[in-house]
């Protein structure tokens, strides 16, 4: 029976660290070792978390202390985790670039004329490149390695800035932007494997977090230096961070599921024990992930026939519903064009303040989203956003139609900024981070990578349609009907969240694939070994 809880264990423990997910919380027992679902349920004493009556005291305190040594090895997990999302941080950047530098390019800070359309196909170009990035990478991250392609990725990243900065026409930003945009696409997928792979299952959830709140972190870095620097500062600015991210990469190993998947089991064993001080558990952790990766390889299947299953589809028409409504809220509209948009409020707040508040607005409330979502669910926090974002685009648009029809807008003109200042907190709170949660969560095993892969281009493609079309829409349909478009979209996905979502906060892996319609009877009887699948 040991032998069956040991082996139960390792293909869980490596499902953890393997696969980017923080939704699955094992069953552990007083021993330290996971236990299968069937034998304890979910309203189990050991998952209400009181100590069963069985466990002695020399077990106790022997627990203690494995958990006093443990708070003491997580030092180098943060700080490699805070290093790898700096990635994010220059995703963030090239993000939030145009909201300050498009106003300056058409003031003619360039030495050649940029004209409002040259402005939207410079801040739409982005996505393109970063739909490209994540296919390749997806591609390579298994060859090459994690470590490798994030230090390899500043070398475009450099080149995209060095166009843009130095650019003798439209066409060479354009070029930038697409070189910068692939860098952000390609680490979108890379970072947060490499954070779960190094992360202990205690912590991965809020390693998990960082790279959102770096992105966030980019984009008020651009507002807050575009409210200084004109538009050639402000390149170099962003151009800095790729420099330092590409120092700071050497002082940290690859990632030890890379090495193990080349058969270089020394190389893993010296990268887990920068991660494990102190190393007494390495060589168990070790073999742990060893025998998951020959479970894994074991149980391959063709992919076309895994798609096929009911819990895939439902999964990826999950997945790709909720990119959908993150993306066709508004949410870029109001990245890419802040300041425009508060130019054009007449508001006595200057435009720069305004973005800079909703800037430190997304980036605290990203920090709230990572205390609150295991504690109040995915579904109910998706729902608050989804509809406080509908009733912030509505007051939006009806502000912009009050102004058209030459009403008397004066006593009103804080609408804009407090209503983008909620849009964004219960963006960031609910539809930014949740949705990525939601692709870790939602997928089976065999198809992650895939399915994953397909849903983050996927979105960088409605990242791209709403920021190449949101200056024609407002030309073609004024401003205040596009906000509201925005509106009806809201109304859609709250119908999405009530009717389609799934809450996924506390269940396991089988009990997710349950809900989307996965017959887990063969997988539970057929060996104790494929009950983590």
């Given at each position: 029976m040991n032998n069956i809880f040991e082996e139960s264990s390792r293909v869980c423990e490596y499902d953890d660290n393997y696969v980017a997910t923080s939704f699955r919380r094992p069953i552990i027992d007083e021993d330290g070792v996971e236990v299968s679902k069937n034998l304890y349920g979910?309203?189990?004493?050991?998952?209400?978390?009181?100590?069963?009556?069985?466990?002695?005291?020399?077990?106790?305190?022997?627990?203690e202390s494995m958990e006093s040594q443990v708070q003491t090895q997580k030092g180098n997990q943060y700080l490699a985790a805070l290093i790898v999302t700096i990635g994010g941080f220059i995703m963030g950047t090239t993000l939030g670039w145009t909201a300050p530098a498009g106003p300056m390019m058409e003031n003619g800070q360039y030495k050649f004329q940029i004209t409002v359309e040259n402005v939207s196909w410079i801040a739409s170009v982005m996505p393109l490149g970063a739909m490209l990035g994540c296919p390749v990478m997806a591609g390579l991250v298994n060859k090459l390695g994690r470590k490798h392609l994030m230090i390899m990725l500043t070398i475009p990243t450099l080149a995209g800035w060095a166009m843009i900065i130095w650019a003798k026409s439209v066409v060479w930003i354009c070029a930038g932007r697409f070189l910068t945009g692939f860098s952000s696409g390609s680490y979108s997928v890379i970072i947060p494997l490499y954070t779960s792979e190094i992360a202990e299952k205690e912590i991965r959830g809020t390693l998990g977090t960082y790279f959102q709140l770096q992105v966030n972190a980019g984009i008020l870095f651009t507002y807050v230096m575009g409210s200084y620097l004109d538009v050639f500062g402000l390149s170099v600015a962003c151009a800095i961070i790729p420099v330092i991210y590409l120092y700071l990469m050497f002082l940290i190993p690859e990632s030890p599921i890379f090495y193990l998947m080349k058969g270089n089991v020394e190389k893993a064993r010296l990268s887990l024990k920068y991660f494990r001080k102190p190393v007494d558990c390495v060589d168990q952790e070790l073999n742990t992930m060893q025998s998951a990766l020959a479970k894994t390889e074991r149980e391959r299947v063709p992919i076309m026939e895994a798609f096929q299953t009911t819990p895939a589809k439902r999964g990826l028409f999950l997945g790709l519903g909720v990119m959908v409504f993150q993306q066709f809220s508004g949410c870029n509209a109001v990245i890419f064009y802040a300041t425009t948009i508060f130019n054009a409020t007449g508001s006595s707040i200057s435009s720069n303040t305004s973005t800079i508040i909703i800037g430190i607005m997304a980036v605290v409330s990203t920090y709230v989203s990572t205390l609150v979502v295991d504690k109040l669910g995915r579904k109910i926090l998706l729902l608050y956003s989804v509809i406080a974002m509908g009733i912030c685009t509505f007051l939006i648009g009806g502000f912009f139609y009050a102004k058209e029809s030459n009403f008397n807008i004066s006593y009103i003109g804080?609408?804009?900024?407090?209503?983008?200042?909620?849009?964004?907190?219960?963006?960031?709170?609910?539809?930014?981070?949740?949705?990525?949660?939601?692709?870790?969560?939602?997928?089976?095993?065999?198809?992650?990578?895939?399915?994953?892969?397909?849903?983050?281009?996927?979105?960088?493609?409605?990242?791209?349609?709403?920021?190449?079309?949101?200056?024609?829409?407002?030309?073609?349909?004024?401003?205040?009907?596009?906000?509201w478009l925005f509106t009806l979209f809201s109304v859609l996905g709250t119908f999405f969240v009530v009717f389609i979502v799934p809450e996924t906060k506390g269940k396991t892996m089988e009990e997710i694939q349950e809900l989307l319609g996965a017959d887990l009877i063969p997988l539970l009887t057929e060996n104790h070994n494929d009950v983590y699948e």
């Amino acid at each position: 029976m040991n032998n069956i809880f040991e082996e139960s264990s390792r293909v869980c423990e490596y499902d953890d660290n393997y696969v980017a997910t923080s939704f699955r919380r094992p069953i552990i027992d007083e021993d330290g070792v996971e236990v299968s679902k069937n034998l304890y349920g979910e309203k189990s004493p050991l998952v209400n978390k009181t100590v069963p009556k069985t466990i002695t005291t020399a077990q106790r305190i022997a627990a203690e202390s494995m958990e006093s040594q443990v708070q003491t090895q997580k030092g180098n997990q943060y700080l490699a985790a805070l290093i790898v999302t700096i990635g994010g941080f220059i995703m963030g950047t090239t993000l939030g670039w145009t909201a300050p530098a498009g106003p300056m390019m058409e003031n003619g800070q360039y030495k050649f004329q940029i004209t409002v359309e040259n402005v939207s196909w410079i801040a739409s170009v982005m996505p393109l490149g970063a739909m490209l990035g994540c296919p390749v990478m997806a591609g390579l991250v298994n060859k090459l390695g994690r470590k490798h392609l994030m230090i390899m990725l500043t070398i475009p990243t450099l080149a995209g800035w060095a166009m843009i900065i130095w650019a003798k026409s439209v066409v060479w930003i354009c070029a930038g932007r697409f070189l910068t945009g692939f860098s952000s696409g390609s680490y979108s997928v890379i970072i947060p494997l490499y954070t779960s792979e190094i992360a202990e299952k205690e912590i991965r959830g809020t390693l998990g977090t960082y790279f959102q709140l770096q992105v966030n972190a980019g984009i008020l870095f651009t507002y807050v230096m575009g409210s200084y620097l004109d538009v050639f500062g402000l390149s170099v600015a962003c151009a800095i961070i790729p420099v330092i991210y590409l120092y700071l990469m050497f002082l940290i190993p690859e990632s030890p599921i890379f090495y193990l998947m080349k058969g270089n089991v020394e190389k893993a064993r010296l990268s887990l024990k920068y991660f494990r001080k102190p190393v007494d558990c390495v060589d168990q952790e070790l073999n742990t992930m060893q025998s998951a990766l020959a479970k894994t390889e074991r149980e391959r299947v063709p992919i076309m026939e895994a798609f096929q299953t009911t819990p895939a589809k439902r999964g990826l028409f999950l997945g790709l519903g909720v990119m959908v409504f993150q993306q066709f809220s508004g949410c870029n509209a109001v990245i890419f064009y802040a300041t425009t948009i508060f130019n054009a409020t007449g508001s006595s707040i200057s435009s720069n303040t305004s973005t800079i508040i909703i800037g430190i607005m997304a980036v605290v409330s990203t920090y709230v989203s990572t205390l609150v979502v295991d504690k109040l669910g995915r579904k109910i926090l998706l729902l608050y956003s989804v509809i406080a974002m509908g009733i912030c685009t509505f007051l939006i648009g009806g502000f912009f139609y009050a102004k058209e029809s030459n009403f008397n807008i004066s006593y009103i003109g804080f609408i804009p900024l407090m209503s983008l200042c909620i849009f964004i907190i219960l963006f960031s709170i609910g539809f930014g981070p949740i949705p990525w949660m939601l692709m870790g969560e939602i997928f089976p095993a065999q198809i992650k990578g895939i399915a994953s892969s397909i849903v983050c281009m996927s979105n960088w493609l409605f990242v791209f349609l709403v920021t190449k079309f949101f200056t024609l829409l407002v030309s073609a349909i004024y401003l205040y009907n596009t906000f509201w478009l925005f509106t009806l979209f809201s109304v859609l996905g709250t119908f999405f969240v009530v009717f389609i979502v799934p809450e996924t906060k506390g269940k396991t892996m089988e009990e997710i694939q349950e809900l989307l319609g996965a017959d887990l009877i063969p997988l539970l009887t057929e060996n104790h070994n494929d009950v983590y699948e």
